[in-house]
């Protein structure tokens, strides 16, 4: 196993190992250990067993950790926790890969094809029978929360877009959408070039493709470098020196640390992207400490629940969401406090995982429900596919508050219909 993962930041990982005391902290931090005897907790499969792995073996539990990251967070003495159980994972799944952790990685493959017939495509995800049928074949669950597919890719928009007229005073930024902000969650890339533009950039969006996160999450490591080197090579074209903003929580981790600390991918190329990319709220939160952020928002009187994904945490940014949404008039913000939603990237929606990652997502679903709020409102795609198809509720990401208060809502409502009111 050591040769296999010599190759994939294995080394820096397993330098780690011996600064592990046993305080068991992890254990009582983890989401999944808490609600399934199937996954020994993060001490045990991570640093414990590791010393253990020299002959390649490893124990198939370590499949059970969703990669929350909680763990390697949580610990005090900096054990990479997480990265070990992921590399272990890589390891054990080399010679065991199935066909449905290979197909639901491809997010890109996924969306051109859902998109040209969404209408059909979110029909028959509805339909039972079908679904019943792909979790039979594919152990795919008949209830996992899927993607809705858009008539429009985010591209298709950005092209045909009304461009501002206006000269742009704070010049380019890139933008980079990620997979599901460019096919699935395409409301929410839009909603970012908008505020950006409102904000005085030019938004420049180069061709583009897959960050990886999903391959790397399924053992896919070899793939999964080709991509992130591929996608780094593509936003770097766009200018050497810009910004770059990115409403997909997941795939800005993936950049800032995770191809890096989990794959061991050394570049020049990511490092060069992983310092300049920027969460949108994190973004947001730095133009308001230089004082360059326009802060002249419209009151919004509504509660929301706010949830902080587990990808978003690992970044070590805080809470910029919050910080930022707390400046609009009229904001009631209940933050979840809760580690995870239980979604995991595409850990729940694996037939034998379901039923552990809607345990996990409770705790935050209650929470939710208790609090009847108008609005959930959370950083990355799959946690609020998670998130909506257990509370039934709108799940948006932060960006569209503040496109609301900006006004640029009603100026987008009053393009399609130049009667419609001019009010927030």
């Known amino acids: 196993m050591d040769d296999l993962l010599g190759l994939v930041g294995h080394a820096e990982a397993r330098a780690s190992l011996d600064h592990c005391l046993k305080c068991t902290i992890c254990e009582t931090q983890c989401p999944v250990a808490a609600v399934t005897p199937l996954f020994p907790g993060p001490k045990y499969v991570g640093p414990q067993a590791e010393r253990f792995r020299a002959d390649g073996s490893v124990d198939h539990s370590v499949d059970y950790c969703s990669g929350c990251g909680t763990c390697t967070l949580s610990c005090p003495q900096g054990v990479k926790i997480a990265e070990l159980n992921s590399q272990a994972r890589a390891a054990m799944k080399a010679d065991h890969m199935t066909v449905r952790d290979r197909i639901i990685t491809q997010t890109i493959a996924m969306g051109k094809l859902m998109t040209p017939v969404a209408p059909l495509a979110n029909a028959a995800l509805r339909v039972r029978p079908l ?53 699935f969650e395409v409301e929410t890339s839009k909603m970012t070039v908008e505020v950006l533009e409102h904000l005085g950039y030019r938004v420049v969006v180069p061709e583009q493709g897959c960050c990886g996160l999903a391959q790397q999450s399924n053992g896919l490591f070899e793939q999964a470098t080709a991509a992130v080197l591929a996608l ?168 569209s508050l503040v496109h609301r208060a900006y006004g640029l809502s009603a100026t987008r409502a009053r393009r399609a219909d130049p009667g419609a009111p001019s009010g927030a």
């Open 131 to 183: 679904r019943v049928a792909v979790e039979a074949t594919l152990g795919i669950h008949r209830d996992a929360p899927m993607p809705k597919a858009t008539s429009q890719t985010f591209m298709a928009w950005f092209r045909k877009r009304p461009v501002p007229s206006a000269p742009a005073p704070r010049g380019p930024v890139v933008f980079f959408h990620g997979c599901a902000g460019g096919y």
């Open 232 to 399: 780094c090579d593509r936003l770097r074209s766009a200018g050497s020196d810009l910004p770059i903003i990115s409403s997909s929580g997941s795939c800005t981790g993936m950049l800032k640390h995770e191809a890096r600390e989990i794959m061991g991918v050394s570049s020049e190329a990511l490092r060069d992207v992983g310092l300049r990319i920027r969460d949108t709220m994190e973004f947001l939160r730095e133009l308001h400490e230089a004082n360059a952020l326009d802060t002249s928002f419209r009151r919004q009187d509504t509660t929301v629940v706010y949830h902080a994904p587990c990808q978003l945490k690992g970044q070590a940014m805080g809470l910029p969401a919050i910080d930022v949404l707390s400046l609009i008039p009229g904001v009631t913000i209940v933050e979840s406090e809760v580690a995870c939603c239980g979604m995991a990237g595409t850990y729940g929606l694996k037939k034998e995982k379901h039923a552990v990652a809607q345990a996990v997502g409770e705790p935050l679903f209650t929470l939710i429900r208790d609090a009847a709020p108008e609005l959930v409102l959370c950083d990355t795609e799959t946690c609020r596919w998670q998130i909506r198809e257990a509370t039934g509720l709108p799940v948006e990401h932060p960006i």
